[in-house]
């Protein structure tokens, strides 16, 4: 090759390289089998910029594969195995052969680049492998990731947007039944749904410790959490268990558990509490942090 060739071909190499035209792939194919390491090189850096532009993975991959693992010059392999990793999951075939290479003996700079190429094929193909098991966890379908991302943002949960809609209904609805329930008003004006959150929240009232209550919904591994008391200054939740059915006792294990497993400290309050209840409260509010005299008891 004279000089010139050799010129105009390193120019073609850059040129195409900024092309982001995925069909410059076949001219750099050529490019790669030139006898100048130089235009080798450039091509190789070539066809990695290319993925980015859609460049047919497989071809691009089995034209990098030879220049990769045995080019005679350390430089083009490094530049050929940097633009294996950047196809990921199409340069699946060779993740062995650059780990190997990367565990080889002899410490070159190319060996480096072999390495951090290996991890990112072993990136691409473990997302690959995440992005299989997204699948609605209603009705099972497989989800895209718009659907994916707005249902985990939304509910911590993956539905499909089928499902996704028709819990945002089922939820609209229910907390209109719940608003519909609240129909006991606390010293303060605070509506609340039974005798015993009444209670409750006078009492918080009474001893001047602030409470949110029946706050927003939180879902904690799939579960709806809706906390019926949280003291912000305790960071303490209380949850009034007012019923005593079978069903409603295992969800109510359910969410103690996920509460103590989640570090959230939780104050659990019965009906057979309410009798005694001024006694039995500041006691678990005690135990928890809480101060009578800091909290204005000492005025009433
Ligand atoms: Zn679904």
Redesign the pocket.
Known sequence: MDETQHYACVQRALELGRSGDPVALGELEGLLQKPSPEVRRLAASAVGKLAADGADGERAVKALIPVALSDRHAQVQQYAIKSLGVYGVAAEGVLLDLEDLANSPHPKAYVCKAAAAASRIREALAYREEQKEKR?S??N?LVDFDEYKRSIDHFQRI??D??YDETCVRRRNWETKVEGKKNLKTVEGTLVQSKGEKQIAEWLELHDVVYRYDDRLRIIEGFQIRPDFYLPSLDVYIEYWGMDTARYKAGMYVKQDLYMHHGKKLLSLYPKDLPELDQVLAQKLQALGWSASANGESQC
């Open positions: 609605c209603k009705c379908r539905y499909c089928h499902c």
